[in-house]
């Protein structure tokens, strides 16, 4: 199959699987005496692979080694399980980051009081904040001490 064949079916663009091939994530094509690349299915197979990692916002790296892990099907789970764990343990950190960007955002967003007739609390507090830290702006004790 050609590679608009090959995009179509694993539901991603021709740039996408450009981009894993220069990645190496998914191996270079045979080609035809026209040099069209011509994929096999194996490459489909290993691309839904990869979009699939990706989907649950496997970055790159991890993707290559479990790649490298199901080409060697008889090893241990052992190293399958240790990135996975770690891979949860960063999405559990960014949810614990969301959180606080939402509380943040939430205490913005009440500093609102919808009169026109004064300068905007949301954009002064940005204002303010830019000469401090990114976080300084909406902690708790910066929150409290405003009007």
Known sequence: MKIGELAAKAECNVQTVRF????????????????????????????????????????????????????????????VDALLDKHIAQVRQRLTSLRELNRQLLALRARCDGDKSHDCAILASFIEASGQSASTCCSPAAVEARP
């Open 20 to 79: 894993y091939e220069r990645e190496g994530l998914l191996e270079a094509p045979a080609r035809e005496s026209s040099n069209y690349r011509l994929y096999a299915d194996h490459h489909l197979e290993r691309l839904r692979f990869i979009r699939h990692c990706r989907s649950l916002d496997i970055p790159l790296p991890e993707i290559r080694e479990l790649l490298a892990f199901a080409a060697a099907p008889s090893q241990s789970c052992t190293q």
